[in-house]
């Protein structure tokens, strides 16, 4: 089956600072989502991008599904950030959603 | 506003004991998912359903585990008998999945926490 994985596993940033997650997948998509899981453990949609460039307020995200791979971006980080930032895939010819291990991300004051 | 309601949000129980996790999908979904999280494992894929008829359980373990949809807007997962092992947050996702096999955005519960002592 398909391979998600996230990189990096931990991030450590001050307040106001910009960061990039990615997500690599091993086989072509027809799904793919991004999620962040707050300290209460609730998963967030974020984006649903399959394919092309979204961008909502702070965050934006591309997905290259050619090369197999995404990217979320996110500016100006707040402590509201801090979180795990989970990437989802469904492969193609196939309906089941596999998560990746996902980005600790931890935002200093 | 519409989400995806799991009962109960944290359940303790003694080995051995039956428990039984429910979901109501989103009104209009009609593609159900599973998931496990755990520290170790992550997130894990337990099963899933398409118009209540279910797709893929690979990922339970079929001796102590089940899924059913008894109808459109109520999805269970029972573990008897449980085990410390499954202690675990269980996530319910609903999604409206277009024709063909993409299952389309999937919209989380908020999980139950399961504690086997």
């Known amino acids: 089956g398909i391979q998600v994985e996230q990189s990096p596993p931990d991030l450590i940033l001050q307040e106001g600072a910009n960061s990039t997650l990615r997500c690599n997948f091993s086989d072509s998509v027809n799904n793919l989502q991004w999620f962040h899981q707050n300290p209460w453990g609730q998963l967030i949609n974020l984006f649903y991008?399959?394919?092309g460039t979204k961008q909502n307020g702070r965050l934006s995200a591309t997905t290259v599904a050619t090369e197999r791979y995404s990217l979320l971006y996110i500016s100006s980080s707040q402590t509201t950030d801090s979180g795990v930032y989970f990437c989802?895939?469904?492969?193609?010819?196939?309906?089941?959603?596999?998560f990746g291990s996902g980005t600790r991300l931890s935002i200093r004051p | 506003d519409a989400r995806v309601t799991q009962t109960p949000r944290h359940k303790v129980t003694e080995m051995g004991q039956e428990v039984t996790m429910r979901c109501q999908p989103i009104?209009?979904?009609?593609?159900v998912f599973w998931y496990r999280q755990t520290m170790m494992q992550g997130l894990e894929l337990l099963a899933y359903f398409r118009n209540r008829a279910p797709l893929d359980d690979s990922g339970m373990p079929k001796d102590r585990f089940s899924a059913e949809m008894p109808d459109a807007t109520l999805a269970t997962l029972k573990i008897q008998p449980s085990e410390p092992r499954d202690s675990a947050v269980y996530f319910c996702?609903?999604?409206?999945?277009?024709?063909?096999?993409?299952?389309?955005?999937?919209?989380f519960g908020e999980g139950s926490r399961l504690t086997v002592l």
């Open positions: 996702a609903s999604g409206l999945a277009p024709t063909g096999v993409n299952t389309g955005e999937l919209f």
């Open positions: 991008i399959p394919s």
């Open positions: 009104l209009g979904h009609n593609t």
């Open positions: 989802a895939v469904g492969g193609l010819g196939a309906s089941k959603i596999i």
